[in-house]
């Protein structure tokens, strides 16, 4: 058998899974969050749900604007394991005011979706939008008077 794992113990999984993943920071519908033990400006996004290919879809995503002046909206993926169920990205803290305008393309618009990061509120969850459907090319601002009021 090929995979180096096989026969490692549970207590190897899991004092593996403990040495990089600290607090536990959240979860949404197909992945849990945590702290990065080893880093805790960053955290570790975790796939538990089969088939959504949210971090794939932010690795991809982050990929595609972080040369573009569009990449101060997103919050910066940094690593992502080779079948994309973990994901390493900046953390980011809680905003205080909200934002007069996002980019039309971020279609999951949960304030907590959002966070800052050297005060320039970002998407910390863009897993899914438009921007991969429809480009970067003629992205307008607009007014957020789509928050939810979760």
């Not at 090929?2 to 190897?12: C, I, K």
């Not at 033990?37 to 959504?52: F, I, L």
């Not at 949960?110 to 005060?119: A, E, M, P, S």
Request: with cysteine; proline share 6%.
């Amino acid at each position: 058998m090929n995979d180096p794992t096989h026969g490692w113990a549970q207590s190897v999984k899991n004092d593996f899974i403990d040495l990089f993943c600290g607090k536990f920071l959240g979860a949404g519908i197909g992945r849990q969050v945590y702290e990065l033990a080893t880093d805790p400006t960053k955290v570790v996004k975790v796939e538990m749900a089969s088939r959504s290919f949210q971090n794939a879809m932010e690795w991809e995503t982050w990929d595609r604007v972080k040369d573009t002046p569009w990449a101060k909206w997103f919050a910066p993926c940094h690593s992502i394991s080779p079948c994309g169920i973990v994901l390493i990205q900046s953390r980011t803290k809680p905003f205080e005011a909200d934002p007069d305008e996002l980019p039309e393309f971020f279609t999951d618009l949960k304030r907590t979706n959002y966070g800052v990061i050297d005060g320039q509120v970002v998407a910390h969850d863009y897993g899914f939008s438009l921007l991969i459907e429809r480009g970067l090319k003629r992205v307008r601002m607009r007014k957020p008077e789509w928050w939810d009021a979760a």
